[in-house]
C-alpha cells in the first residue's frame, strides 16, 4: 500500500488550503481513511476520518473549518481547511488500517504564517 500526500504549502491566518492522498494498492472505496497531523516535539493527533459510507469525524479542533472527502473513482482523500490558524501549522499525514497494519504517507507540509 503506497499513500502519496500532497497539496500542502505556506498560508496566511484565515486563509484555504486543501491537501490531497493518493493511495496505490488497496481497494480503497472499502477502507476508512483518516487524517492526522503532526508538529514537532507533539504526538501525531487525528485530525478526521471518512468511513467507506462516507460518515465522517473530527477533532473538535478542526469543526467547523476542516471537511474530509473521497473520490472512490480516483482513489483520492482529501482535506479541505478553511479559516486556518498558525495552530493547524503541521505535517499532516493520511493513514489507513490495512491487514491490521497502520500505512502512512509521507506526509505534506502546511504552515499558516502572515
Known amino acids: 500500500v503506497q499513500l502519496q500526500a500532497s497539496g500542502g504549502g505556506l498560508v496566511q491566518p484565515g486563509g484555504s488550503l486543501r491537501v490531497s492522498c493518493k493511495a496505490i494498492?488497496?481497494?480503497?472505496?472499502?477502507?476508512?481513511m483518516y487524517w492526522y497531523r503532526q508538529t514537532p516535539g507533539k504526538e501525531r493527533e487525528l485530525v478526521a476520518s471518512?468511513?467507506?459510507?462516507?460518515?465522517?469525524d473530527y477533532a473538535d479542533s478542526v469543526k467547523g473549518r476542516f471537511t474530509i472527502s473521497r473520490d472512490n473513482v480516483h482513489r483520492t482523500l482529501y482535506l479541505q481547511m478553511n479559516s486556518l490558524e498558525p495552530e493547524d501549522t503541521a505535517v499532516y499525514y493520511c493513514?489507513?488500517?490495512?491487514?491490521?497494519?497502520?500505512?502512512w504517507g509521507q506526509g505534506t507540509q502546511v504552515t499558516v504564517s502572515s
Open positions: 494498492g488497496l481497494n480503497f472505496r472499502l477502507f476508512t
Open positions: 471518512i468511513t467507506s459510507e462516507h460518515n465522517t
Open positions: 493513514n489507513v488500517l490495512y491487514r491490521g497494519r497502520a500505512n
